[in-house]
């Protein structure tokens, strides 16, 4: 795919199963093109539109996420340049940007209507905040492809995936859908909305099912209940809540591995968010956020090897959030926003940390982004955000991007900026430990608590185009980074040995980071209102000072079609490739992967009922080898399941 004859080729069908009328000219005006660009929030925390924004940014609205009826939001990701989609096994469907150095995805922020969404346990992960978000209520979905640790401090290193859902207004009345087909998918979901433009409501529920992947031990079982509350008391004033609860019992481990055996965990998470908008005036705004989560996970098993050790890695972990962020016009050519917020996360394990009581850090935060316009055709954005960790000290990440408008339809971007991982509590203070009849007969690990937060230098050249004429944009990143003080696990060598474990424990270091170089472009062609081809691909190269970690695939490619025909029928095609890689904690990647979706839906109205029925065909190529490990070599396996909406 990645050769031009091979791309050609794609190109060629794609446009061939367009209808006559879809490729002829004149259907959409040049003006209703441009005019179809999207405004986003998630770069600077200030509106701009995407040509203007301080970064390269993927915007998929809500019309692809239906073409494309997704199960997981983590599928929706392959669309984005340099993001690759895998996991350690199908029940933790994880995307990452850049480079795969863990299997937790743990370097990109994952933001649920500016609500952080990772895991405050373990390692931080965030492939279950992923999860636990139902497609069918997102709006849209905004990617910065990039640091920006300016704006969101830590764990935005790698780039920010902000998951905006659907105002309730929107959804009024009743829907139900149901999925079933291969690989055991079973899927329901019913949803009310009750209300008017001042006062709405949303509740909802599903559960999603399947059995994994071919080869592991890794089917799920996810339930899902969800309320959100909009209210607009007056016209300055509009005040968001959203509450909910997830259940996930899911298979873990490998069999024939008495470290990790085949099992099944449970995991369950809470959540509550409000949000106060005040409008002081067209130019000034207030906004206040208050968010609490709980999780929590049960994950044990007897150690065959040694009758009477248990290994544990149950918990639970929770996180306080509170931000009040100011926006303001002082000027036609100046634009400023700023905030305050204080961040408050625990985990509380005996297995994990040895101790009863719950382990915490505390972060407060001050940042700031300022637009400045000192002329029409430039753009300067400066973003600051300074921070204090109560483990590791405080922290700065600037950033400078200037943005030079060539026209209206040609935008250029150069920039600079500092990003920053901080570590986990249990990369900070994990101990792990075993007992056997009162006494402590083994030890795994024994973090000393001295390591740093990892940082990032990126330098960044960017264009952004609007052929009007052509009716496309096309969006080219290129980027050179350089990482230092990498977390990764070093041995760490205990004064007394354990009676099965000797002497030697694991802990966290930082040591030399990778750097980071490379090209990445997404191109989107609209020949009429009926039809849509998107092109990305992303070239990396990644260069360890000492050995290679996780390295990504030289180039990956995605292709994408969309295409409605004049009998409402509705086409979403999705082909990926991507070349050999290797993902830290996942597996080697040897072998090329190519992947195609095919997605059919038709709409409907039976009465009063508007119904839509889809078909969907995963891996429409075959089933593939995805990784080997040393316990595994899992394929995937072609999923073919139909499903059916109905909204009254």
Partial sequence: MPTPQRLSFWLAAAIGLLPPAAQAQGELSE????????VV???????????????????????????????DMAELLRLVPGYFVSGYNGANPIAVYHAPLDEFGIRNLLLIDGRPAYSSYYFGGTSRGLMSVDPQEVERVEVLRGANSAAYGANAMFGVINIVTRHTADTLGGSASVRVGAGGVRDGRVSLGLGDQDLSYRLSALRRSDDGLRGLFDNRQLNQLRLRVDASPDTSNEVEIDAGLSALRAGDGYSGDVGNPART???????VHGVWRRQLSDTEQLKLSLSATRESLRDRYDYEPVPGIVVDFSGVGRRLDAELQHQRSLSPELRLVWGVGLRHEEAQSRPLF???????????RLFGN????????????GGLFLGHHSWTGGFATPRLMVNHQLGDDHTLRAGINRSLRTPSLFELAGDVRYDLGGETVGRTFAATGQVQPERMLSHELGYFGNLRALRMTVDVRVFRERMDGYIRSTDYRLPTPMLYTGS??????NTPGPKLSGLEYQWRWAPSPRTEVWLGQAFTRVHWPNASVGMPPQRSTTLALFQQWPNRLKLGLVLTERRAMSWLGVGLMPAPLRQADLHLSYPMRVGGTQVRAALTVRHLNGAQPLFESRFASPMSRRQVYASLDAEF
């Avoid at 929030?41 to 609205?61: F, H, K, M, N, Y």
């Avoid at 965990?265 to 959540?271: E, F, N, Y």
Wanted: no cysteine; glycine share 2%; aromatic share 12%.
């Fill in 41 to 71: 929030l998630t770069v600077s925390r200030l509106a701009q539109p995407i040509r203007e924004t301080p970064g390269a940014v993927t915007v998929i609205d809500r019309k692809t996420i239906e073409a494309l009826q997704v199960r």
């Fill in 31 to 38: 003006q209703d093109y441009f005019d179809t660009l999207p």
């Fill in 265 to 271: 965990l449970q995991w369950r998470d809470w959540h």
């Fill in 370 to 381: 300022l637009e400045w316009r000192p002329a029409p055709a430039w753009t300067v954005n």
């Fill in 354 to 364: 040895y101790r009863d009581d719950a382990l915490s850090f505390r972060e407060s």
């Fill in 504 to 509: 030697v424990v694991t802990d966290y270091s």
